[in-house]
C-alpha cells in the first residue's frame, strides 16, 4: 500500500510504503493456492522523497532520498507507527492507483 505525502520541498514529492514481508509459511500457502492469514506478520515501512521530475521515468532513484523506515510485527504495531508517521491508514492506496515509483 502507498500513500503519497507531502515532500521536503517544491519540486519532490514523497511517497510512503507498506510492505507485508512474506515467510516461508506464505510461500507454501501459495504453492497450495490460498493465503495464510497471520496476526504476527511482520510490515516493512519506507518514506521516500524523490526530485519531481523523475518519479515517472527509469531513473526515478537518483536524488531520491530515504526519509524514514521501520520494520513492525503485527496490525497494532503498524497503526502505532502511522500515528507516530502522522498517517492514517485510509490515505493508502494500491500502488498502481499512485505515482509512487516504487
Do not use: C, N
Request: hydrophobic fraction near 40%.
Amino acid at each position: 500500500m502507498v500513500a503519497e505525502v507531502p515532500a521536503s520541498r517544491p519540486g519532490r514529492r514523497a511517497f510512503v510504503d507498506i510492505t507485508p514481508l512474506t515467510t516461508s509459511g506464505d510461500v507454501q500457502a501459495r504453492r497450495e493456492g490460498w493465503k495464510r492469514a497471520d496476526r504476527a506478520r511482520t510490515f516493512r515501512l519506507q518514506h521516500w522523497d524523490y526530485d519531481g521530475e523523475r518519479v515517472a521515468g527509469f531513473d526515478y532513484d537518483v536524488g531520491a532520498v530515504l526519509v524514514r523506515a521501520a520494520t513492525v510485527v503485527g496490525e497494532a504495531a503498524l497503526a502505532g507507527t502511522l500515528g507516530a508517521w502522522r498517517l492514517r491508514p485510509e490515505q493508502f492506496l494500491f500502488p498502481w492507483r499512485t505515482d509512487d515509483p516504487r
